[in-house]
């Protein structure tokens, strides 16, 4: 065994390249936290989307036969407009011969525009029962209803019943359609309609106290003389008919202008203004109504026929709207929330539908991927285990082996005592990247009690793991060189196997197969899953298409040459090993996958330590790729690489995983606002066929069958941290930040696995 040793070990000061990684380490937890809060504000967009979305129609009672006891005679005998002053309930009726015509359940962007198309036409007005969550999404119809002189009242925010609401509920309901109707046309108003009322005489015991407690803060409760009882859909005479009060009474009538197919409704309300005309009716609105109860007893605005054009309407001599007696301007904080509303509505109105048709795109891509994967990875299995299937003739000569460690005392011991066992004759360097914990002294002492005449042991001042590889690719004795991390063991046979396809003249770098040594944590299961989905999938996939992204840093080989042809690791990148895989292809030389040749690494044993790893691994694949863009025009192999590997793994590594949580997010918004059962069955498909690419995955690699337990697990907590790394790198990118070789916390744990050797 020789040493070489360029550093004594002694104290020193922290280098450049530490010190620029303990202020990329110090600027992680604000992109982090970024990170959560772009997750947080697209979960609350959903749950916003949702929420407007709530079911809004199906007209009918909640209840029946509830007592009136506590309702007084006058209120349930009196007229359709209920005010309360002094604390004194009053009640107002509709003149003769005068309509308060009423719409409820809108905006709706179908119908209400063709019922003011109608109102403007005949120059009637109208007052109209808005549900809130309609009005901050079609704010523009609101703001058209209002300028046309129309009136507006409160009919809740979600058209939920408030009879059996609490009174925190009751007054979020009002509250959110006043903001709502704020934004949407700079107005609040006094008029409030209940969902699921209709005349007085149905007012009960549950509903009473409803009515009486918005009263007393300011609000009219509006109930209905004449139902036209459209939204049954009943016909356009019926319609009419139904609409149409008796003898020469006035009457509040009830229509619908949204809450359904109101097609009958539309074609109706011509037929009934002229109808209601040619009986000598005028229209006029709730406000109208209690101001002709202000002026004794005189019809709605002033006059028992037709009012002069531009009166009924509410505009003002020079043809500008005038604010109707109900309605309130919007200042202040109210205005400022009522826009932000309407401003975080129209957000969700268009990132919804958005993430909609990505997610269909993004789901067909991963399920065309599965597909892919699966076939040919059994056509990969075929070819390999074909018994005529050769690289060519059995490679026999000596290769050498690095071994990068910094601070390894608790592995390298049996990193060591692994290799001892290789039925391949090696050669083993171990380069010391400067570490502080004696690993160079447990390196020496393991190779001579294991009676290991052919390690050498490196010494170097830290500089990266790019820099301790090259330093061992320099001081290489053999043509062929095996990269492994100093927290992995080989198998007695990953040597032999690994090195076998260099019988091919073409092949210039061969990927091995790892495997997770700690697995029997819920962590070290979850990367156990990914890793045997990884290379009996994904790595069979890439090997047959010929662009392999990435030879792993735990077990992959080299030819010695075409390592110092493309400069050797380069430090431009976190992802060193991608790096330079996709380098081998621009060099022409061509990258396969040995599924024989196994290692078993230590997977981080915690979340942090996770986090970390995959951060680097997808911002420094984010690295390799855009400094190897070039390729996409290139010919040859690194054409064929920018052509078919570089979009698979943008797709696939950056793309997919980003939208991937938003599955579940979107299955939670399918089960709370559209349908549970339909939603829960196609998670469950999903989560299926992933359950039969993975177990396939385990068939091929001879894996216990019992870890896929918990890939539904993993689906749902696994997905999300990836999104934020995600995230995080590409915040990183944008911000310029660096982060060099990260040393994760080891435990030692993993060996040589029982049975082997």
Known sequence: MT???????????????????????????????????????????????????????????????????????KIINGGPIISFRGGQATTTSVPSKTIALTFDDGPNPTYTPQVLKILKKYDVPATFFLVGSMVSRYPGIVN????????????????????YQSDARIRREMTQ?????????????????????SETDAIDNYS????????????????????????????????????????????????????????????????????????????????????????????????????????ANGRNADGTARLQAAHREATGTTLYEGKALVGAVAVAEYAVPTLSVGLVIVGVAVMGRFGMMLILARRHYRLRNKRRFSWGPTVTRPVTVIVPAYNEKECIANTL???SKSTHPIEIIVVDDGSSDGTSEISREAARALGMTNVRVIRQENAGKPAALNNGVRNASYDIVIMMDGDT???????????????????????????????DTVIGAWQHIEYVMGFNLDRRMYDLLRCMPTIPGAIGAFRREAVLQVGGMSEDTLAEDTDITIAMHRAGRRVVYQEHARAWTEAPGSLKQLWSQRYRWSYGTMQALWKHRKCLTDKGPSGRFGRVGMPLVVIFQIITPVFAPLIDVFTAYSMIFIDFRAALYAWLAVLGIQLVCAAYAFKLDKEKYRYLLMLPLQQLAYRQMMYLVLIHSCITALTGGRLRWQKLKRTGEVGTPAGVG
């Open 177 to 197: 359609t006043q903001l709502a109707l704020a934004g949407a046309a700079g107005i609040t108003t006094t008029l409030f309609r209940a969902p699921y009322s």
């Open 489 to 519: 063991v080989f198998e007695p046979d990953a040597v032999h196997q690994l090195v076998q396809p260099f019988a091919d003249p073409e092949v210039g770098a061969v990927a091995g197969n790892a495997k997770v040594g700690n697995r």
């Open 417 to 419: 005592e692994s290799l």
């Open 3 to 73: 040493t070489t040793t360029p550093s004594r070990g002694r104290r020193r000061a922290p280098s450049r390249i530490e010190r620029a990684a303990g202020k990329a380490a110090a600027l992680q937890k604000p992109r982090v936290i970024l990170a959560l809060l772009l997750l947080l504000g697209l979960t609350s967009v959903m749950l916003l989307d949702g929420y407007l979305r709530a079911e809004v129609g199906g007209d009918q009672r909640v209840r029946d036969g509830a007592s009136s006891s506590k309702v007084p005679d």
């Open 208 to 311: 009473w106290p409803v009515y009486k407690k918005l009263g007393e803060e300011g609000y009219t409760s509006v109930f209905v003389d004449t139902d036209s009882d459209d939204w049954k859909k009943p016909g356009v005479a019926k319609i009419v008919k139904w609409a149409t009060p008796a003898g020469t009474s006035g009457a509040a009538v009830l229509m619908h202008d949204a809450g359904g197919d109101r097609e009958q409704t539309i074609k109706a309300l011509p037929e009934y203004i002229e109808k209601m005309r040619a009986k000598g009716y005028t229209f006029t609105t709730i406000s109208g109504v209690i101001e002709a109860q202000n002026t004794n007893g005189a019809p709605a605005g002033g006059q028992t026929g037709r009012q002069p054009q531009g009166a």
């Open 144 to 163: 058209d209803m209002v300028d046309q002189g129309n009136e507006v009242g409160i009919h809740t925010f979600t058209h939920v019943d408030l009879s």
